[in-house]
């Protein structure tokens, strides 16, 4: 599989099609996967693929403007180019998808070393990008088995609580929040040149480490994303603190799934959610 | 002084403590990890040796921290008053006591940080010895090892079924002098042996001057997603901002990875890309401070490489840099 990835790759970069590949490399523990970025073909040995490369690549794409990029593309990742082409924030043209038949990807936060498939990955199906420019198949006895569960399994139980028990609940697992930033900075879709939560004349809300300040932050995080995220779970992972971004990312999804039977990030012709507007919306939460 | 005590002890002593002392230490919060937090009873203290996520910097130089409010008569403005309630932290670590020890060097010599200095003057430090230092610790290539007792008043060490107690300062000795019992010559610790138990072990050139320009610090700065997890849970990054609010000025922890961290009003940003920005970090610890403070502003805790999203390690581009 790394070979025909590396073949791809050495193609591009020959043919000046691309003018750099993202993909891994080893990170420097020598188990991890580190992003590599390749503008000379003697470097394209470096590249890697394994359980291990869990990055959402797109990300770095906006670091790269003017330039043609090829970039190594997992489905969910995939989803969130989607999603930024839809935005106009990519030319199609601009980029090549190294599109990976993933088979899932490595919890790294779990202890105690065993090799497990990331949560995320259990609800995902199917792992082939919904756009490549070629794909890349996982050979089929590597591939790990598909779970039949329920991907709102963790937002329906959140769903039986009552307000006081739900607030209570987020209460606690936001006060672990340092306000780094990580998960802002490691979702692809959150591109705006000066985030809500830096703006200091009007300042949206507070920059304390507090209750207050770390709800506001962490809800409008999330309502921004609404019917655009795509479930990569990188903010989930990035963060330190181990707050379930994801079950926020969930419910909004889902909310978003019931009211409008709209899903991000599958279809590139689609219009984004919120500059459509359909008279049969339902409008009955305004009141 | 070295003094043998078992858990039995230290829990007993430290209830005894919680009646005038307000106690700091780790706990489990069980799958989230290792945090610092106000302890209420002795038995929730988690003595293992899992690394608290963030250091123990926090409750010295906190994340946000109220300093200056509007008087009374709604002109003048006064300092927010501080508490001078004693306290004890427990299970600080030697790389985090010793980032302790550096911030001293800043906030307490020439300028005078009342805020910071008063927390620390309210505060006794009793260590715990590192047993299992991981793959991304590196200490001892900062001057520091598993059993230093740098800007720390007491260092316990894990032995058999309880603790060795090292009392440093009078502080520590006037505390906890009285608990355990004294050791045999033979018991005592080899703390230099304990170095041994850190792999990683990196060089760091005396000046960085001359890579500055270099291409280097663009082609390692590329994975940094410019987020503050870095600089966050940094031991010895101490950069804050202003921020006022509700008739109020409270300073927050902010970091050089962001962007906004030195943009201009005029809209200027002397560090527009990450080259800038990632190279400020590793100049700052490695060459700048080294060159104001005789000691490279790193105590090799290893938390930015454990906790960085993208696997990024500063331990090894420090060492690779092409000095």
Same mark, same amino acid.
């Given at each position: 599989?790394?070979?025909?990835?590396?073949?791809?790759?050495?193609?591009?970069?020959?043919?000046? =099609?691309?003018?750099?590949?993202?993909?891994?490399?080893?990170?420097?523990?020598?188990?991890?996967? $580190?992003?590599?970025?390749?503008?000379?073909?003697?470097?394209?040995? =470096?590249?890697?693929?394994?359980?291990?490369?869990?990055?959402?690549?797109?990300?770095?794409?906006?670091?790269?403007?003017?330039?043609?990029?090829?970039?190594?593309?997992?489905?969910?990742?995939? =989803?969130?180019?989607?999603?930024?082409?839809?935005?106009?924030?990519? =030319?199609?043209?601009?980029?090549?998808?190294?599109?990976?038949?993933?088979?899932?990807?490595?919890?790294?936060?779990?202890?105690?070393?065993?090799?497990?498939?990331?949560?995320?990955?259990?609800?995902?199906?199917?792992? *082939?990008?919904? $756009?490549?420019?070629?794909?890349?198949?996982?050979?089929?006895?590597?591939?790990?088995?598909?779970?039949?569960?329920?991907?709102?399994?963790?937002?329906?139980?959140?769903? *039986?609580?009552?307000?006081?028990?739900?607030?209570?609940?987020?209460?606690?697992?936001?006060?672990?929040?340092?306000?780094?930033?990580?998960?802002?900075?490691?979702?692809?879709?959150?591109?705006?040149?000066?985030?809500?939560?830096?703006?200091?004349?009007?300042?949206?809300?507070?920059?304390?480490?507090?209750?207050?300040?770390?709800?506001?932050?962490?809800?409008?995080?999330?309502?921004?994303?609404?019917?655009?995220?795509?479930?990569?779970?990188?903010?989930?992972?990035?963060?330190?603190?181990?707050?379930?971004?994801?079950? $926020?990312?969930?419910? $909004?999804?889902?909310?978003?799934?019931?009211?409008?039977?709209?899903?991000?990030?599958?279809? *590139?012709?689609?219009?984004?959610?919120?500059?459509?507007?359909?008279?049969?919306?339902?409008?009955?939460?305004?009141? | 002084?070295?003094?043998?005590? !078992?858990?039995?002890?230290?829990?007993?002593?430290? !209830?005894?403590?919680?009646?005038?002392?307000?106690?700091?230490?780790?706990?489990?919060?069980?799958?989230?990890?290792?945090?610092?937090?106000?302890?209420?009873?002795?038995?929730?203290?988690?003595?293992?040796?899992?690394?608290?996520?963030?250091?123990?910097?926090?409750?010295?130089?906190?994340?946000?921290?109220?300093?200056?409010?509007?008087?009374?008569?709604?002109?003048?403005?006064?300092?927010?008053?501080?508490?001078?309630?004693?306290?004890?932290?427990?299970?600080?670590?030697?790389?985090?006591?010793?980032?302790?020890?550096?911030?001293?060097?800043?906030?307490?010599?020439?300028?005078?940080?009342?805020?910071?200095?008063?927390?620390?003057?309210?505060?006794?430090?009793?260590?715990?010895?590192?047993?299992?230092?991981?793959?991304?610790?590196?200490? !001892?290539?900062?001057?520091?090892?598993?059993?230093?007792?740098?800007?720390?008043?007491?260092?316990?060490?894990?032995?058999?079924?309880?603790?060795?107690?090292?009392?440093?300062?009078?502080?520590?000795?006037?505390?906890?002098?009285?608990?355990?019992?004294?050791?045999?010559?033979?018991?005592?610790?080899?703390?230099?042996?304990?170095?041994?138990?850190?792999?990683?072990?990196?060089?760091?050139?005396?000046?960085?001057?001359?890579?500055?320009?270099?291409?280097?610090?663009?082609?390692?700065?590329?994975?940094?997603?410019?987020?503050?997890?870095?600089?966050?849970?940094?031991?010895?990054?101490?950069?804050?901002?202003?921020?006022?609010?509700?008739?109020?000025?409270?300073?927050?922890?902010?970091?050089?990875?962001?962007?906004?961290?030195?943009?201009?009003?005029?809209?200027?940003?002397?560090?527009?890309?990450?080259?800038?920005?990632?190279?400020?970090?590793?100049?700052?610890?490695?060459?700048?401070?080294?060159?104001?403070?005789?000691?490279?502003?790193?105590?090799?805790?290893?938390?930015?490489?454990?906790?960085?999203?993208?696997?990024?390690?500063?331990?090894?581009?420090?060492?690779?840099?092409?000095?």
């Amino acid at each position: 599989m790394i070979d025909q990835i590396k073949t791809k790759a050495k193609e591009l970069l020959k043919t000046k =099609k691309v003018d750099i590949v993202i993909g891994y490399k080893k990170a420097s523990d020598r188990i991890g996967a $580190i992003p590599a970025f390749i503008d000379k073909e003697g470097d394209i040995d =470096k590249l890697i693929w394994d359980g291990y490369c869990v990055y959402n690549l797109s990300n770095y794409l906006k670091d790269f403007p003017g330039k043609k990029i090829g970039i190594v593309t997992k489905g969910c990742d995939a =989803k969130s180019m989607t999603v930024l082409l839809q935005e106009n924030q990519l =030319k199609r043209e601009d980029i090549f998808i190294i599109g990976i038949e993933c088979s899932g990807i490595v919890d790294e936060k779990r202890k105690g070393g065993d090799i497990a498939y990331d949560e995320r990955c259990k609800g995902c199906k199917p792992a *082939t990008p919904p $756009i490549y420019d070629v794909l890349i198949k996982e050979e089929e006895k590597k591939q790990a088995p598909r779970l039949e569960q329920d991907p709102y399994e963790s937002v329906r139980k959140l769903e *039986t609580k009552s307000i006081e028990e739900k607030f209570k609940f987020w209460q606690d697992e936001f006060s672990r929040c340092i306000r780094c930033y990580a998960c802002r900075q490691i979702c692809p879709l959150c591109y705006c040149p000066r985030c809500v939560a830096e703006q200091t004349q009007p300042a949206w809300f507070s920059k304390a480490v507090s209750v207050e300040g770390n709800f506001s932050w962490n809800v409008n995080r999330a309502m921004h994303l609404a019917g655009r995220c795509i479930d990569c779970g990188e903010c989930e992972r990035a963060c330190p603190a181990g707050i379930p971004l994801r079950d $926020i990312n969930k419910k $909004i999804e889902k909310d978003v799934k019931e009211l409008f039977s709209y899903e991000a990030g599958v279809d *590139t012709e689609q219009k984004p959610l919120f500059s459509s507007f359909d008279k049969n919306d339902p409008e009955d939460f305004i009141k | 002084m070295q003094r043998l005590i !078992t858990k039995q002890d230290l829990v007993n002593k430290l !209830t005894e403590l919680l009646k005038d002392f307000e106690v700091v230490g780790p706990k489990e919060l069980s799958n989230k990890g290792i945090f610092y937090q106000v302890i209420e009873d002795a038995k929730e203290l988690y003595l293992g040796q899992d690394f608290a996520i963030e250091p123990i910097k926090k409750f010295f130089l906190e994340p946000s921290s109220w300093i200056l409010r509007h008087a009374k008569d709604d002109v003048s403005l006064e300092s927010f008053p501080q508490s001078d309630k004693k306290r004890i932290v427990i299970g600080a670590r030697p790389c985090e006591a010793k980032g302790l020890a550096l911030l001293d060097k800043l906030f307490d010599s020439e300028y005078k940080d009342d805020f910071y200095i008063n927390n620390r003057k309210r505060t006794i430090v009793v260590g715990l010895a590192c047993a299992k230092p991981d793959m991304s610790c590196f200490c !001892t290539s900062m001057q520091g090892s598993p059993a230093e007792t740098s800007g720390m008043d007491a260092l316990i060490f894990e032995s058999g079924d309880g603790f060795i107690i090292e009392l440093v300062t009078d502080k520590a000795k006037h505390i906890l002098g009285s608990i355990g019992e004294d050791i045999k010559e033979d018991q005592k610790l080899n703390k230099d042996k304990m170095k041994a138990l850190v792999k990683k072990v990196i060089k760091t050139p005396e000046s960085l001057d001359k890579v500055f320009e270099s291409d280097y610090w663009d082609e390692v700065s590329r994975p940094c997603i410019s987020c503050g997890v870095c600089t966050f849970l940094c031991p010895t990054c101490h950069c804050f901002d202003l921020v006022d609010e509700e008739k109020k000025r409270m300073r927050c922890y902010d970091g050089c990875s962001f962007p906004d961290f030195t943009l201009e009003a005029s809209g200027v940003n002397p560090r527009p890309t990450k080259k800038e920005r990632y190279r400020q970090r590793v100049f700052h610890k490695f060459d700048y401070f080294k060159k104001n403070f005789g000691e490279n502003l790193c105590v090799g805790c290893g938390r930015c490489i454990r906790h960085c999203p993208v696997k990024i390690d500063i331990a090894d581009i420090v060492d690779k840099a092409p000095i």
